[in-house]
């Protein structure tokens, strides 16, 4: 079973509002990622890490930021939240190797009224 | 930039069956093909890792093959239970970036009913 965890699950937050989501591994792995998931539709990379101090942006524009402060530690603040905004956030983690395997949190589910 | 598509979007067999998700993707230079499984309002797990070298991966019910210069991906799943209800999900590591990233396809949803 996956190391990887993510808070907090479920997240109602007006508009306007600041948040962060957290996201934490015990694996040790360099490379970590969210991804952001409407319902019935695909995964869309908005940012990853290769490491301490390392962030990208993804494939899908995401006025989410993000920081790498630690290995283990991988949080998405959003600014100033809203309605389409609401959204799942999904946090995973692998291993820097070409041949990883990619785990998964179990998620955040934002709504953002 | 790497597309996956999956089909059928939506499968409900009864219990006992043998099927089969079907998995295409458009760039064949990819690490490696991923299954997921994802139940209802949670996260993703794993299911097999098939490398690029590889032409199948099999554990327990599940028996996933890998044909990279076709761009294709079968899960075979025998036997199917209600407990096999969820939604699958293809993804190919791809080559774009130096280290690869995860692309997805929209799912296979399965209710295996009684």
């Known amino acids: 079973e996956a190391d990887i965890y993510q808070t907090p699950r479920y997240l109602v937050i007006g508009t306007g509002k600041k948040i962060t989501l957290e996201c934490s591994q015990t694996?040790?792995?360099?490379?970590m990622y969210w991804y952001q998931q409407d319902p019935g539709m695909e995964l869309h990379l908005i940012h990853y890490s290769y490491g301490v101090n390392s962030t990208e942006k993804g494939d899908l524009s995401s006025e989410s930021t993000v920081s790498r402060i630690r290995t283990e530690h991988f949080p998405l603040t959003l600014e100033s939240a809203r309605p389409s905004h609401t959204s799942q956030y999904l946090c995973a983690s692998s291993v820097r190797d070409r041949n990883t395997e990619a785990f998964f949190g179990q998620g955040t589910r934002l709504t953002v009224v | 930039k790497q597309e996956v598509t999956q089909i059928p979007a939506a499968l409900s067999v009864p219990e006992g069956e043998n099927l089969v998700l079907n998995c295409s993707f458009t760039?064949?230079?990819?690490?490696?093909l991923q299954w997921f499984r994802q139940d209802p309002g949670k996260g993703l797990t794993s299911l097999l890792l098939?490398?690029?070298?590889?032409r199948e991966q099999t554990s327990g019910r599940l028996n996933a093959s890998l044909d990279k210069s076709s761009g294709r991906s079968t899960l075979y799943i025998a036997a199917s239970q209600p407990g096999d209800s969820a939604t699958y999900l293809c993804a190919v590591w791809n080559r774009g970036s130096t280290l690869g990233r995860l692309y997805f396809g929209r799912g296979t949803q399965l209710t295996v009913w009684p």
């Open positions: 760039d064949s230079a990819i690490y490696n």
């Open positions: 694996m040790g792995h360099d490379k």
């Open positions: 098939i490398q690029s070298s590889q």
